[in-house]
T-cell receptor
């Protein structure tokens, strides 16, 4: 299984809602990532988890809250989002996040989020 | 500040043409450079380059890195409509305990029949 699975594929939420994005991989990868991608822009790194510990937080607002319950799962909890947070949220994984093993990221299909 | 710049931003060609996509970078603690193809959703991995002057090939695609001049090119020969996509260059930078990828803006390639 060489897939990274993200759910839901599409999400529409109001600014007062609380929702979660989920990501799952069964490749034994120990690093997992959240990226945000706006239209016609490259992916921007949000968070990196390495061995289930948060190792990078790219100054992301606290209305985005990541969680890594185990080595196969990565969640992104959303609360009180703004319309400008509407984007494609991509999850990715790699073997590790250190020592040159980051490079080959396996991306999920993404969750397209619309905040009304 | 680390940055990765791709050119051109957009390219329109006909099937059978050869294209060259460029990626230049300024990154502290460079480790590797990667190329990804992004069609509708998830980027898919194409190449990882770590050494200068060694060409990587996969079918009609090839790529090479110049660590002295800080750039890489991605060549696609005999283009097909299925090559239409955004091609992303990313540079892996060593940072503390965790490396991270810095993506370029991408080149949008459109191949017409």
């Amino acid at each position: 299984d060489t897939e990274v699975t993200q759910t839901p594929k599409h999400l529409v939420m109001g600014m007062t809602n609380k929702k979660s994005l989920k990501c799952e991989q069964h490749m034994g990868h120990r690093a997992m990532y959240w990226y945000k991608q706006k239209a016609k822009k490259p992916p921007e790194l949000m968070f990196v988890y390495s061995y289930e510990k948060l190792s990078i937080n790219e100054s992301v607002p606290s209305r985005f809250s990541p969680e890594c319950p185990n080595s196969s799962l990565l969640n992104l909890h959303l609360h009180a989002l703004q319309p400008e947070d509407s984007a494609l949220y991509l999850c990715a994984s790699s073997q590790e996040a250190t020592s040159g093993n980051t490079g080959e990221l396996f991306f999920g299909e993404g969750s397209r989020l619309t905040v009304l | 500040e680390d940055k990765v710049v791709q050119s051109p931003l957009s390219l329109v060609v006909h099937e059978g043409d050869t294209v060259t996509l460029n990626c230049s970078y300024e990154v502290t603690n460079f480790r590797s450079l990667l190329w990804y193809k992004q069609e509708k959703k998830a980027p898919t991995f194409l190449f990882m380059l770590t050494s200068s002057g060694i060409e990587k090939k996969s079918g009609r695609l090839s790529s090479i890195l110049d660590k002295k001049e800080l750039f890489s090119i991605l060549n696609i020969t005999a283009t097909q409509t299925g090559d239409s996509a955004i091609y992303l260059c990313a540079v892996e930078a060593v940072g503390g305990n965790t490396d991270k990828l810095i993506f370029g803006t991408g080149t949008r390639l459109q191949v017409f029949p």
